[in-house]
C-alpha cells in the first residue's frame, strides 16, 4: 500500500495543481498533508515516513551534488554573496528575535533558535526553480545559490553548537579532497556513458560525499555538494548532472511529501504559519536592499532575492534536533513559503517588467563589473545562448561568411568560447538594461538558442520593441512553443528535434547519392 497511496496522491495532486498554472512541487506539499490525514484510513504503513524521509535524504544529496557540478568556487567567494549571506542572516535574527520574545513569550534561547531556523532560505526550492528555468548559470542564479550555500554553513555551525555534536579526527581528511580531483576525473572518463556514469554519480554523491563526511561528524550534505564541486571543472560535468536528472527528481517528490508527513497543525501553529507567511515580504525587500547596495542591478537583485524568498528545510533540521516542540509549525511555514515562491519565481521576469520603473529608481550608478553591457560591434548575426545549438549556429553563420556574436548569461561559457576563439559576450537576454544599452543598428538576424521558454519569449519581444526589424530565428522544444514565441516577434520556429530528424534524413539522402550535405533551415 506504500507505493499505491504515496505515488497516486503525488500524481494526481500535482497534475491538478499544475493545471491551474502552479509547479507540481506545490501539488506534492498538498499531497504530503493529504496522506497525513487519510493515509492511515487508506491502510498506510507505519513505516511510511521513515522510508520516505530516506527517499528525500537521498533526492537532497543528489540535488546538491548535481547544483556542485554547476558550481564553481570562485561565485561563493564575492562579496555580495558573502556579504550577502551574513549581513541578511544578522539582521533578521536581530528582527525576529525580539518579537518570538514579545509576542510568543518563549525564553531567549528558544526564541533566538527560531530566528535563526526561520532566517535561512530553501536551497532544495530554489535550485530546483532555477535548474528547472536554465538560470543556474545567470549571474542571478549564481549569486543566490552561494548565498544558500553561506548559509547552509551557518546552519551546520548552528547545529554543531547547539547539539553538541562536533567533527571527529576523520575529518581532517576533508584538507585532502584537492588530491582526490585527478582521480574523480579519471574515474568520469573511464566510466563511459550509460548506467555506470549513472551509477557514478550515486556513488560519489550518496555513499563518498554523503555517508563519508557524515563518518567524519559533518554535513552529508555539504559533503554531497563537495564531491560535485570537485567534478564541476571536468567536461563531462554537464553530461554526468543530465543522467541523473530523471532519478534526482523521482527521489525529490519524496523530499516535499515528507514535509506533509511531519505532522497536522493546529490552530496555533496556522497562526504562526499565517503570521511567517506575511512576514516572508520582509526577507525577499531586505534582500533585494542588500544586493542593491552590492552593486546589482535592479533586475539581478530583484531575481536572486525572489529565489531566496522562502524560509529553509534546514529550517525544520534545526527544528528536528534542537526544537522537535515547534516542527509542525516550522513544516507549515516552510510550506506557504514553497506555495508562494513557487509561482512568483514562475513569473518572476514578467513581474520584473511589470514594476521595471519602480524597481529601477534602487539602482546604483555604478554597478557591478559582471554586469556590464556589452557593444555589439561590427556583428551581423546575434545568437542568445551559446549551448550545443548555439555554439552549432554560431559555426554555421561563419562558414556562410557572416559575422556572428554569440551573448550568453553565463561568464564560464561565454570564458570557454572566448579562449576557444570565438566572438561571445556575456549578457543577459531577460535583462532591460542590457536592452536599454545595446546598439542594434548594425544587426541584420537574430537567433533564439536559449533553453528556457520564457527566455526566447523576453528575448523576441524586447528585439521588437527595440526598433530591430529584421528576422528572428528561434528554436522550439515543444509544439505549443511554438505559436507563443512567434506572437512574441519571432519571424521563424523550428522544432529542435524534428528538425534534427530532417537533417539526417537529407545527410543519409545525400549519402547514398554521393552529394554533400546541408543544414536548411525551414520556416514553420
Same mark, same amino acid.
Request: charged content about 20%; overall charge neutral; hydrophobic content about 45%.
Given at each position: 500500500m506504500f507505493e499505491v497511496i504515496t505515488i497516486s496522491f503525488a500524481f494526481f495532486f500535482g497534475l491538478t495543481v499544475r493545471q491551474i498554472g502552479l509547479p507540481p512541487l506545490v501539488g506534492f506539499l498538498a499531497a504530503g498533508f493529504a496522506i497525513n490525514l487519510f493515509g492511515p484510513g487508506l491502510g498506510l504503513p507505519e513505516y511510511t515516513g521513515e522510508t520516505l524521509h530516506h527517499v528525500a535524504h537521498l533526492g537532497v544529496l543528489m540535488l546538491l551534488f548535481t547544483v556542485g557540478l554547476k558550481l564553481k568556487l570562485s561565485q561563493i567567494a564575492q562579496p555580495q554573496v558573502v556579504g550577502g549571506a551574513l549581513l541578511h542572516f544578522a539582521i533578521s535574527v536581530a528582527v525576529f528575535l525580539p518579537g518570538f520574545k $514579545?509576542?510568543?513569550g518563549v525564553d531567549w534561547n528558544t526564541a533566538l533558535l527560531l530566528a535563526i531556523a526561520l532566517s535561512f532560505s530553501s536551497t532544495v526550492l530554489a535550485a530546483k526553480l532555477l535548474e528547472t528555468k536554465r538560470e543556474l548559470g545567470a549571474f542571478h542564479g549564481r549569486t543566490a545559490i552561494g548565498i544558500l550555500i553561506v548559509q547552509d554553513i551557518i546552519a551546520l555551525v548552528v547545529l554543531a553548537v547547539w547539539s553538541g555534536q562536533s567533527p571527529n579526527i576523520w575529518a581532517l581528511l576533508v584538507f585532502a579532497l584537492p588530491f582526490l !580531483?585527478?582521480? $574523480?576525473?579519471? +574515474? +568520469?572518463?573511464f566510466a563511459g556513458h550509460e548506467e555506470l556514469l549513472v551509477l557514478m554519480g550515486m556513488l560519489l554523491s550518496l555513499v563518498i560525499g554523503g555517508m563519508g563526511f557524515e563518518a567524519m561528524g559533518l554535513s552529508s550534505e555539504i559533503g554531497a555538494l563537495v564531491m560535485g564541486v570537485l567534478l564541476s571543472t571536468h567536461n563531462r560535468a554537464k553530461e554526468l548532472s543530465e543522467s541523473l536528472w530523471s532519478l534526482k527528481e523521482i527521489f525529490l517528490v519524496g523530499f516535499f511529501l515528507q514535509i506533509g508527513l511531519t505532522g497536522l497543525p493546529d490552530w496555533d501553529a496556522m497562526v504562526f504559519a499565517v503570521a511567517m507567511g506575511i512576514a516572508l515580504a520582509l526577507k525577499g525587500v531586505l534582500f533585494f536592499a542588500l544586493l542593491i547596495a552590492f552593486k546589482l542591478r535592479a533586475s539581478s537583485a530583484f531575481l536572486s532575492a +525572489?529565489? $531566496? /524568498? /522562502?524560509?529553509?528545510?534546514f529550517g525544520l533540521i534545526v527544528a528536528a534536533g534542537i526544537l522537535p516542540e515547534y516542527l509542525v509549525p516550522l513544516a507549515i511555514a516552510v510550506s506557504i513559503s514553497f506555495v508562494i515562491a513557487a509561482p512568483l519565481n514562475r513569473f518572476a521576469h !514578467? $513581474?520584473?517588467? !511589470?514594476y521595471e520603473t519602480v524597481l529601477l529608481r534602487f539602482e546604483r550608478d555604478t554597478i557591478h563589473p559582471d554586469e556590464q553591457p556589452h557593444e555589439m560591434g561590427d556583428a551581423d548575426v546575434l545568437i542568445f545562448g551559446m549551448g550545443r545549438t548555439g555554439s552549432a549556429a554560431y559555426r554555421k553563420i561563419e562558414e556562410e561568411g557572416l559575422k556572428p556574436l554569440g551573448l550568453d548569461a553565463d561568464p564560464y561559457t561565454v570564458k570557454a568560447h572566448q579562449q576557444a576563439g570565438r566572438n561571445v559576450l556575456f549578457a543577459d537576454a531577460e535583462d532591460s538594461n542590457f536592452w536599454h544599452s545595446c546598439d542594434l543598428s548594425r544587426i541584420k538576424a537574430a537567433i533564439l538558442a536559449m533553453d528556457d521558454l520564457e527566455s526566447k519569449l523576453i528575448a523576441a519581444r524586447s528585439l521588437r520593441q527595440s526598433g530591430?526589424?529584421?528576422?528572428?530565428?528561434?528554436q522550439a522544444l515543444h509544439e505549443d512553443h511554438q505559436e507563443r514565441i512567434r506572437e512574441a516577434g519571432a519571424n521563424y520556429t523550428y522544432l529542435t528535434m524534428n528538425q534534427a530528424g530532417i537533417s539526417l534524413a537529407e545527410h543519409t539522402a545525400e549519402a547514398m547519392r554521393g552529394g554533400e550535405t546541408g543544414f536548411p533551415l525551414a520556416r514553420e
Open positions: $514579545l509576542f510568543m !580531483r585527478p582521480v $574523480l576525473h579519471w +574515474l +568520469l572518463d +525572489l529565489s $531566496l /524568498t /522562502t524560509y529553509s528545510e !514578467r $513581474l520584473f517588467e !511589470r530591430f526589424s529584421g528576422p528572428v530565428v528561434s
